[in-house]
């Protein structure tokens, strides 16, 4: 399995912009998909955003389509998730994974997870 390691959470404004980033290790990092999910207080782990294996194709949940951008860089072993015009109800702690399918929307489709990182939007 691949290890990985999410950061670039914080505070942030509301209608602000932030970029998380998610670093891979372990086995061959470009034969995953990777997804983005995020998991509010006293909610469940919802998607967010997935990403094919080279990097060609992107699935979005509705919530953050046109706001959220996921992408990748292979040689550098790292998914990014570029968040703009961020809202309130976009505060969660945010979460890497990997799959071997895509594209994966639900938690059981991944297999490895980074540890989180949180993200707060203030109003």
């Known amino acids: 399995q691949v290890q990985l390691v999410d950061s670039g959470g914080r505070l942030v404004q509301a209608g602000g912009s932030l970029r998380l980033s998610c670093a891979a290790s372990?086995?061959?990092?470009?034969?995953?998909?990777m997804g983005w999910f995020r998991q509010a207080p006293g909610k469940e782990r919802e998607f967010v955003a997935t990403?094919?294996?080279?990097?060609?194709?992107?699935y979005y949940s509705n919530s953050v389509k046109g706001r959220f951008t996921i992408s990748r860089d292979n040689a550098k072993n790292t998914v990014y998730l570029q968040m703009n015009s961020l809202k309130p109800e976009d505060t969660a702690v945010y979460y890497c994974?990997?799959?071997?399918?895509?594209?994966?929307?639900?938690?059981?489709?991944?297999?490895?997870w980074g540890q989180g990182t949180q993200v707060t939007v203030s109003s």
């Open positions: 372990g086995r061959t990092f470009s034969n995953y998909a």
């Open positions: 994974a990997s799959s071997s399918t895509y594209p994966a929307t639900t938690t059981t489709g991944y297999t490895s």
């Open positions: 990403i094919n294996s080279s990097g060609t194709r992107t």
